[in-house]
């Protein structure tokens, strides 16, 4: 005689330990009824497992949406390919003939999905920063253009993939949302708040993450100096946070937020870590300047200064300037001054990438500004505001582990639907992400030819 559950006890000692660990709960841990075959079981099981369903949360400044269905309306998938357009406004040393940029095209460009910013108290935020971990799992921050400060923070799994899952979104009334990461469990904002209380408008928030959503469990705040929050990293159970002008690079404890130890600086715009050495790596502006910190290490409460650079650019007030570290060497988005590559044993200058001309490209010079850039491989994408996205390539892997000059040649750019500002990017491991502005986010998949 047929019996389901020897069916089912026989299939979960098949899937192993990979199916305990994904048993079939609900938002609260109730079990899923058996109710009908195996397949149907492990149909719903996978899909449960990998999109719980959360209530929606909100108080009086913050609101989480958890609802799929209303998440899924601003999530486009696409399989369209993107023309690499002509990099007018460069030297001519640095671009590729229009022969080579058509036949010879080392990649190709194709936009796998694209999410729209949320609207918050009935205004469209612009996504400023987006943030990765685990490649699978990414965070974009938004903020509102000019008054009132408004923000938001969307969650999404499956980011490395042409379909990724926009599962939890935060609103919030009373903030810009600059800069945001995560650890796994919880997401941290860096922010520009109206919220009274604070002696600064700088601010490090956190939400915790419920599995693949977000909740208002633990939901918490801590004051930060200078005006805005500019950045925010975990590593290990450290966060890290920088804010602006008279402000400071801080490390918190991640159980409870308590500061460790900070460094006063001068506009503190960005922070990351040397990965094969632990080293923290600080990008400032007005004027440009590199500080390396001893990673973990906050001796008397405060941190361990190794080594100060200067670096050219990154003169804007109130600016962006964000920094990659690949093989030993600093990538700074220099603003007027393009990218800026420097060593990091000595701060010595070994490249660098010009800022297009807005001349040229009949643009303003202040929506011209090299804010972002990021690297893999041989491949540099830069943002430069509403100039697009430009692509670079380096005569050697950019990952190798050395401090030698290369000949850099800028490939082409590619640009979003009304000149949407480019305004962070992140490239790893085949997928690129755009930070666009009013544009939302851009998922682009890479492919190597």
């Known amino acids: 005689m047929f019996n389901l559950q020897q069916v089912i006890n026989s299939s979960m000692l098949e899937f192993g330990s990979s199916f305990s660990r994904q048993r079939c709960i609900t938002t609260s841990g109730y079990r899923l009824s058996v109710t009908l075959t195996l397949v149907v079981l492990l149909s719903a099981c996978n899909e449960t497992t990998e999109v719980p369903v959360f209530p929606d949360e909100a108080n009086s400044r913050v609101s989480i949406t958890n609802d799929l269905t209303a998440l899924n309306e601003?999530?486009?998938?696409?399989?369209?390919?993107?023309?690499?357009?002509?990099?007018?406004?460069?030297?001519?040393?640095?671009?590729?003939?229009?022969?080579?940029?058509?036949?010879?095209?080392?990649?190709?460009?194709?936009?796998?999905?694209?999410?729209?910013?949320?609207?918050?108290?009935?205004?469209?935020?612009?996504?400023?920063?987006?943030?990765?971990?685990?490649?699978?799992?990414?965070?974009?921050?938004?903020?509102?253009?000019?008054?009132?400060?408004?923000?938001?923070?969307d969650f999404i799994k499956r980011f490395n993939s042409s379909s990724p899952r926009l599962t939890s979104s935060v609103s919030f009334n009373d903030s810009d949302i600059n800069a945001v990461a995560t650890d796994g469990s919880y997401v941290y904002t860096s922010v520009a708040t109206d919220?009274?209380?604070?002696?600064?408008?700088?601010v490090l928030e956190r939400i915790k993450v419920n599995m693949n959503g977000l909740t208002l469990q633990e939901n918490f705040r801590i004051p930060l100096t200078s005006f805005a929050g500019t950045s925010v990293m975990p590593v290990d159970k450290v966060i890290y946070t920088t804010s602006g002008d008279g402000g400071h690079v801080s490390g918190f404890d991640s159980k409870d937020l308590t500061l460790l130890g900070e460094y006063s600086l001068h506009d503190a715009r960005w922070v990351t870590r040397d990965e094969s050495t632990g080293r923290i790596i600080v990008a400032q502006g007005t004027p440009g300047t590199l500080s390396i910190f001893e990673g973990g290490v906050f001796p008397g409460g405060t941190m361990n200064l190794l080594n100060t650079f200067p670096f050219t650019g990154a003169n804007v007030a109130e600016s962006k300037t964000t920094v990659d570290v690949a093989g030993g060497k600093a990538f700074i988005a220099a603003g007027p001054d393009g990218v800026q590559i420097m060593c990091l044993n000595d701060g010595q200058t070994i490249g660098s990438v010009p800022r297009p001309n807005p001349a040229d490209l009949g643009l303003d010079p202040a929506v011209v500004v090299t804010n972002s850039v990021t690297v893999d491989?041989?491949?540099?994408?830069?943002?430069?505001?509403?100039?697009?996205?430009?692509?670079?390539?380096?005569?050697?892997?950019?990952?190798?582990?050395?401090?030698?000059?290369?000949?850099?040649?800028?490939?082409?750019?590619?640009?979003?639907?009304?000149?949407?500002?480019?305004?962070?990017?992140?490239?790893?491991?085949?997928?690129?992400?755009?930070?666009?502005?009013?544009?939302?986010?851009?998922?682009?998949l890479v492919s190597i030819n």
């Open 74 to 153: 601003r999530v486009t998938y696409t399989n369209d390919d993107i023309t690499i357009e002509d990099t007018a406004g460069l030297p001519p040393a640095l671009m590729l003939p229009s022969a080579a940029k058509i036949t010879n095209a080392p990649f190709s460009l194709t936009q796998v999905a694209e999410i729209q910013p949320p609207m918050v108290e009935g205004e469209l935020v612009q996504a400023t920063s987006v943030s990765l971990r685990n490649n699978a799992e990414g965070m974009v921050s938004y903020n509102m253009r000019g008054a009132p400060r408004l923000g938001a923070v």
């Open 195 to 202: 919220a009274v209380g604070f002696s600064f408008p700088a």
């Open 377 to 444: 491989g041989d491949l540099m994408f830069i943002s430069n505001g509403e100039a697009g996205v430009y692509v670079a390539q380096g005569s050697a892997s950019f990952n190798d582990n050395n401090c030698n000059p290369q000949s850099i040649t800028v490939l082409g750019k590619l640009r979003f639907d009304n000149l949407q500002s480019a305004n962070h990017v992140a490239y790893e491991s085949g997928y690129l992400y755009v930070a666009a502005g009013l544009g939302g986010i851009k998922i682009v």
